[in-house]
């Protein structure tokens, strides 16, 4: 797909990390970007940086992405790409031990759900109610290799859906499900000529991880193969541009992680 000057995208997650580089990377190369998020400051800050347009948006409620849709369009016109970066969940082990009382403790049920509509449910939930919107609007001219492209749709999962540690019982099984929607969603969209693919991220320099101490900073990024570091945003946002860029690339869950292979601990 041809990035036209002015192309609608929405990017979800976009106020801080991987989101955040995408947006950037997409108003680079001349899109008009709507960022989706829950923190206001920071998403008003970066849409103001990046000449874009924030728009509140909780990913686990239906009509919060609803209306947030509705924004960007009346703003930029129909998106053309959506990369969906957000993600809510909870973690904890499956049976584990209290440590203060000994006993056996489970992740509730209700713990387990609270991460599905965080993590599988709101992918699918931003990625069909942004393919309903693409599947309205008229093909894409481009270059010529897009053959009636409508628009493109990059989840993000997780190396935790095929090596998820102890304790990502949730969040792993739930990415993996992520994984799951690429390939028979990109069947779905065919027709429509709307393409389908995900990231799957190993360990990245997100503000979550610049709160962990030096020495575990070290560890980690010790842990990768090569190279011997964390990843940086900048390099999932040169792979969503190219997923984006490249018409060729469809119903593809692609592992960005230096090689790491994630240890049970």
């Not at 020495?215 to 990768?224: D, F, Q, T, W, Y």
Request: charge should be neutral.
């Amino acid at each position: 797909m041809k990035i036209e000057q002015g192309m609608a995208a929405v990017v979800t997650g976009a106020a801080s990390g991987l989101g955040r580089a995408t947006a950037y990377a997409l108003a680079a190369a001349g899109a008009k970007v709507a960022i989706f998020d829950v923190n206001a400051e920071a998403g008003e800050e970066v849409a103001k940086a990046i000449g874009g347009l924030f728009c509140h948006v909780d990913i686990t409620s239906e009509e919060s992405v609803v209306e947030g849709f509705a924004k960007a369009r009346a703003a930029h016109g129909q998106e053309r790409i959506t990369v969906h970066c957000a993600v809510v969940h909870r973690k904890g082990k499956t049976v584990g031990r209290n440590k203060e009382t000994g006993e056996f403790t489970r992740l509730s049920t209700e713990d387990y759900a609270f991460a599905a509509n965080g993590v599988l449910i709101a992918s699918y939930r931003v990625a069909s109610l942004s393919a309903l919107g693409m599947a309205h609007a008229e093909p894409l001219e481009g270059d010529g290799t897009t053959h009636g492209e409508r628009g493109t749709i990059i989840l993000t999962g997780s190396v935790a859906a095929q090596d998820a540690q102890i304790g990502q019982v949730a969040y792993g099984s739930l990415k993996a499900g992520v994984v799951g929607l690429v390939l028979p969603m990109a069947r779905d969209l065919m027709d429509l000529g709307i393409r389908v693919n995900a990231i799957l991220p190993g360990i990245f320099d997100t503000p979550l991880l610049a709160r962990v101490p030096e020495k575990v900073r070290a560890g980690l990024n010790a842990s990768v193969p090569f190279p011997r570091r964390l990843g940086l945003p900048e390099e999932f946002a040169s792979l969503a541009m190219e997923l984006v860029r490249n018409s060729y690339f469809n119903a593809q869950a692609i592992r960005l992680d230096g090689g790491i292979r994630m240890a049970p601990r």
